[in-house]
């Protein structure tokens, strides 16, 4: 149970200077320089982050090839790579309020979402690679009698992981748990926007007893330190959450460099339809606006574009504003707040720009649409529903990342279908109906990497999570995502 004592006890603890985490220690970047860590929570701001270079990313991914090359993790018992990383889990779950508070102060996430899906579930992810370890094997292949066909999995090397800002510890214990779990060597390069609670993780991993230089963080700007490490020469596999744009440049470091594999989480523009046979209306229209509003919008695959029935339009648009007027936006350290902060100043002026072009293109702003509670500095905007929105409309296209719904509506199945598939992306849709063959019809023609039927928004660690189209190519959580992390190799034995 959190308790607002304890929080408000957290919540202007003092961070200081950040180094870089690199070979078991902190180091101060090579240049000295560093970045101011702004909260979003009142626009001030309390730390500094190291400035990385590309020197700097550099010395990080000697430090991890050394690490894998001598075997000190790579070639350790599993039952001791076991070991180590449950009780990296431990460790989170004992420091997940400092941790989710320590998050929030960077990114604004409201805390009961930030404890539960940021810190708690980077602890039980840890613990669910850690868990697979001696539970995964290879393979005999069915060969001839005379013949052994092997099927191993290496651990590939060094791995790279760069992550965004929302989510850090969420996403990037995706990452970092079944890297290492594999037995590789990491280098993670997290948001400027959101470094702190992930350097805390790989001190804690440190404290695990995880041997120096198999898990390294370099902070600093995307395009100096991203960029070194996706152009490393040392780096085998990069794995990569964030924005298409910079998805585009990490394929085009892997082409002028190594080749290295890369795995793409990219953006969503997410279909939530909504059929008017759906079997309970005001739960989807419930559940619906959380979709959409929690975290400000701030979620990969927020169901950012509502499709609905044209005979049930304008009941449920009208609750879906109830919804969204009743949220609580405010001080995500705040117990009683439903929805916290937009990340950065960029971020809620650019949403609020969509509003505005959405409103240029002919949308209706039915509610919302502005920046509230400017006496804090923070960064906060009401949830907004825009209706009337064209298929083609830049609102409809884009991805806002921000607490905006872009409404259309539609007539029935094949309109819906050709509506929710009319943009580049693929992440993420949802289906609200009675009608079971319907639903079975539209998870095979929505094209995406997640359907939610008569929800919107659930998973948990046992389903895979990635896209399809310009969403990406890599897959996150489950078994599955061990495959990003090791190389298969066979062996094919005369007897
Ligand atoms: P972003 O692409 O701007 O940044 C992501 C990371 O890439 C950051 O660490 C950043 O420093 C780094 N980066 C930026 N430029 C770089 C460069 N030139 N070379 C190497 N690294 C570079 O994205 P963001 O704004 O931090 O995150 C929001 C985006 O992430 C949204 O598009 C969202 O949909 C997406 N996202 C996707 C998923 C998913 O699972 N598919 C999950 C969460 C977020």
Same mark, same amino acid.
């Given at each position: 149970m959190l308790d607002q004592t304890a929080i408000d006890a957290l919540r202007h603890e003092?961070?200081?200077?950040?180094?870089?985490?690199?070979?078991g220690k902190s180091v101060?970047?090579?240049s000295g320089e560093t970045l101011d860590v702004i909260s979003p929570i009142d626009g001030k701001r309390f730390a500094n982050?190291?400035?990385?270079t590309p020197e700097d990313m550099d010395e990080a991914v000697a430090s991890a090839r050394r690490a894998f090359e001598d075997g000190r993790w790579s070639k350790a018992a599993p039952s001791h790579r076991k070991k180590v990383l449950l009780r990296l889990a431990d460790l989170i779950e004992r420091d997940a309020l400092k941790l989710a508070v320590l998050g929030i102060r960077d990114n604004g996430t409201e805390i009961n979402m930030a404890y539960k899906a940021e810190a708690l579930?980077?602890?039980a992810t840890f613990r669910y690679y850690a868990e697979a370890i001696d539970k995964v094997y290879g393979q005999i292949a069915p060969t001839a009698e005379n013949v052994l066909g092997l099927v191993h999995h290496a651990p590939v090397g060094v791995v790279g992981a760069i992550v965004p800002w929302n989510f850090p510890l969420m996403i990037g214990a995706w990452k970092i748990a079944p890297a290492l779990a594999a037995g590789n060597s990491l280098v993670l390069k997290p948001a400027e926007s959101a470094s702190l609670s992930l350097l805390k993780v790989a001190e804690l991993a440190s404290e695990a007893g995880l041997p120096d230089g198999v898990f390294n963080v370099v902070t600093g700007a995307g395009a100096v330190v991203g960029e070194a490490l996706a152009l490393s020469m040392e780096v085998d596999v990069l794995v990569f959450t964030g924005s298409g744009a910079t998805g585009r440049r990490l394929l085009n470091y892997a082409a002028a460099s190594n080749l290295k594999r890369c795995y793409l989480e990219l953006g969503g523009k997410s279909p939530n339809i909504v059929f008017s046979d759906a079997p309970d209306l005001a739960q989807a229209a419930k559940v619906s606006a959380a979709g959409i509003f929690r975290n400000s919008g701030q979620v990969c695959v927020a169901g950012s574009r509502l499709l609905v029935q044209e005979d049930i339009l304008d009941d449920?648009?009208? %609750?879906?504003?109830?919804?969204? %007027?009743?949220?609580?936006?405010?001080d995500p350290l705040d117990l009683n707040t439903q929805i916290g902060a937009v990340h950065s100043l960029p971020q809620l002026e650019a949403d609020l720009q969509f509003v505005v072009t959405a409103e240029s293109e002919g949308a209706e702003r039915r509610t919302g649409g502005s920046r509230i509670l400017q006496e804090t500095g923070g960064y906060y905007m009401q949830p907004t529903v825009m209706?009337?929105?064209?298929?083609?409309?830049?609102?409809?296209?884009? %991805?806002?990342f921000g607490p905006v719904l872009a409404v259309t509506a539609f007539q029935d199945e094949a309109d819906a279908i050709r509506i929710a598939n009319s943009t580049q992306y693929g992440l993420a849709a949802g289906v609200w109906t009675a009608n079971l063959s319907r639903a079975h019809r539209m998870i095979s023609e929505i094209r995406s990497g997640v359907i939610h039927v008569n929800t919107y928004g659930g998973s948990d660690l046992t389903v895979p999570l990635g896209g399809v189209k310009q969403s990406g190519n890599g897959h996150d959580k489950s078994l599955h995502a061990l495959?990003?992390?090791?190389?298969?190799?066979?062996a094919w034995i005369q007897l």
């Open positions: 003092t961070v200081g200077d950040q180094g870089h985490f690199c070979d101060a970047s090579k982050l190291a400035a990385g579930s980077a602890a449920f648009v009208a %609750e879906i504003c109830l919804h969204a %007027e009743a949220f609580r936006v405010g209706t009337n929105v064209k298929p083609t409309d830049t609102i409809a296209q884009q %991805e806002v495959d990003k992390y090791v190389d298969m190799k066979t």
